[in-house]
């Protein structure tokens, strides 16, 4: 997972009320020793803040399976419902929880 801490997204001035350093803890600790939880520089989705992208395991990617993009995760629901689907397999292997999904967004450059 690539959670993007740069311009606008990790930035308490736009959301303050969100701890941003105790969410990628919280991510990170919650998917280790599996999943790798990576800081990223500006994703270019800055309208979307908070992005984060889940990457497919190496076997979906082969099989066509492409990274998805999510936005808005500023809150403990959306969380949890990341780590659920990850843990489950994520891109290319789990189908997305429906409330999940309303957090999708287009990466950048696609429709």
């Not at 808005?72 to 929880?97: F, M, Y």
Request: glycine fraction near 8%.
């Amino acid at each position: 997972m690539t959670v993007c801490r740069d311009c606008c997204c990790g930035n308490a001035l736009k959301h303050p009320s969100l701890d941003h350093d105790a969410q990628l803890e919280r991510l990170g600790a919650a998917l280790a020793p599996d999943h790798r939880v990576r800081r990223s520089q500006c994703l270019d989705v800055c309208a979307e803040a908070n992005v984060m992208v889940v990457h497919p395991t190496p076997t979906a990617r082969r099989q066509g399976a492409t990274p998805v993009w999510f936005g808005l995760v500023l809150s403990p629901a959306i969380e949890q419902d990341l780590i659920a689907w990850v843990r489950a397999g994520g891109p290319g292997t789990a189908d997305i929880p429906p409330m999940l999904d309303l957090s999708v967004i287009p990466a950048p450059g696609r429709s």
